[in-house]
């Protein structure tokens, strides 16, 4: 069973910066895709950004230009670096391994943005 960890969430004023990270329990971690959702009170998860095991990259549209995924394969560990935080980035974002054969969640970290 592959354990994945976040860390990194807080809160920040409007304009600030987090950067989490999402440690897996796996050296297997450059098989797999890998996500980020979030997901704020009364709504739907959502996926924000993702890079595959090439590393190509794609990002929801309101965090284009702010958000930035990236991994380190040698680390087993995942980054979502957030820019220019807004109170509508408030959720709690979790980080998402992906194969053709299984998946695994890690447990959540929470970004809290004031206006």
């Known amino acids: 069973q592959v354990q994945l960890v976040e860390s990194g969430g807080g809160s920040v004023e409007a304009g600030g910066s987090l950067t989490l990270s999402c440690v897996s329990s796996s050296k297997m971690f450059r098989f797999y895709d890998m996500e980020w959702y979030r997901q704020a009170p009364g709504k739907e998860r959502e996926q924000v950004a993702a890079?595959?095991?090439?590393?190509?990259?794609s990002y929801e549209e309101s965090v284009k230009g702010r958000f930035t995924i990236s991994r380190d394969n040698d680390a087993n560990t995942g980054y979502l670096s957030m820019n220019f935080l807004t109170p509508e980035d408030t959720a709690v974002y979790s980080c998402?391994?992906?194969?053709?054969?299984?998946?695994?969640w890690g447990q959540g970290t929470q970004v809290t943005v004031s206006s």
């Open positions: 998402h391994l992906r194969s053709a054969r299984d998946d695994y």
């Open positions: 890079i595959t095991t090439r590393r190509k990259t």
